[in-house]
């Protein structure tokens, strides 16, 4: 979707509208009110285009916002088009043919060629800026730096509405980040309760510590397993997927190791009855379960980190 080829030239001087737009929005807080004078503005001023306008982040991907043209369509999925992909990656795009690029969402059969800038805000996306034109090649980069130097200014001249700063994507992050958080921190209190475990050796001290121990796991193997483990089988990257079903595998076998020890040592006396037995047991267990946190903190949620984009 990068611009190539030669353009058609069409000159337009941005410093002027830059100042024109300053002057049309400045005195007005409001919005729409401001977001609709600046579409209807570039739609009239801009040569060779046939849409101008805004789209927004809503529940489920983006929806229409104010425009000049013609009726278009009102909501894109999440990440599809070229405003999903100027949206998700918070970068502006040129398409010089329309007809070329497999995920352009046609609105109008005359447009042809296309360029849409995020609006940004502290550097995240709160919106995109499309226009169309009808002339395949339409967009040089100078037209995508004066609608990043125009969107700018737009967006320092307005307050943006709060839901647009809080988009889907980033309140499904913040909920992917808590939950990796909480992984980890079952880590932490994993690993300092088997350190304990293991300092405690066979005395009265190992059977409660073992049950504490015991608590943390179920509960931290039930967030891997109802939540982890299915969101990233789910994941575009194939890479990922495979860990995800190997670390689930291997982790259901750790829980069996864990079962089979609990078993046979939560009874009251047990560990102290058979302490060589229980050490070694315990040593052999202690070791498979840090090897294999360690392995998660660094691989698999590093892994579930960069998929899930937090
Ligand atoms: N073509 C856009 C959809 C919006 S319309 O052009 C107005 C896209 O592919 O995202």
Redesign the pocket.
């Known amino acids: 979707m990068s611009p190539s080829g030669q353009h058609a030239v069409y000159p337009v001087d941005y410093d002027l509208l830059e100042r024109q737009v300053g002057s049309l929005l400045e005195g007005e807080r409001d919005f729409i009110a401001n977001a609709a004078n600046f579409a209807a503005f570039l739609f009239h001023e801009l040569p060779a285009v046939n849409?101008a306008?805004f789209?927004f982040p809503d529940e489920d991907g983006?929806v229409?916002g104010p425009?000049g043209?013609k009726p278009?369509?009102t909501r894109?999925p999440e990440g599809?088009?070229?405003?999903?992909?100027?949206f998700a990656q918070a970068r502006g795009v040129i398409?010089d043919d329309?007809a070329a690029?497999a995920?352009?969402?046609?609105?109008?059969s005359a447009?042809r060629s296309?360029l849409?800038v995020p609006l940004l805000l502290d550097g995240r996306a709160v919106g995109?800026f499309?226009v169309?034109s009808p002339v395949v090649g339409r967009f040089a980069p100078a037209d995508l730096n004066g609608l990043e130097r125009l969107t700018a200014r737009f967006v320092g001249l307005v307050s943006v509405p709060e839901r647009y700063r809080r988009s889907q994507a980033a309140a499904t992050h913040l909920n992917e980040r808590i939950d990796i958080q909480t992984c980890r921190d079952h880590h932490v209190v994993i690993r300092y309760l088997a350190d304990q475990l293991g300092a405690a050796g066979a005395t009265d001290a190992a059977l409660p510590l073992l049950k504490r121990l015991r608590a943390v796991l179920v509960t931290h193997l039930k967030l891997e397993d109802d939540w982890l483990y299915p969101n990233l089988a789910k994941s575009d990257n194939e890479f990922v997927r495979r860990k995800a079903e190997r670390y689930g595998r291997e982790m259901g076998g750790l829980r069996d190791h864990f079962h089979a020890l609990w078993q046979t040592w939560q009874k009251d006396g047990a560990i102290g009855e058979s302490a060589p037995v229980w050490l070694r047991e315990w040593a052999i267990f202690q070791r498979a379960l840090v090897a294999r946190i360690a392995n998660e903190d660094h691989d698999l949620y590093m892994a579930a980190e960069a998929d899930f984009g937090v």
Request: overall charge negative; charged content about 20%.
């Open positions: 849409w306008g789209y983006l229409l425009f043209g278009a369509c894109l599809r088009g070229v405003c999903g992909a100027a398409v329309v690029v995920d352009h969402i046609a609105c109008d447009s296309e849409v995109v499309d169309d």
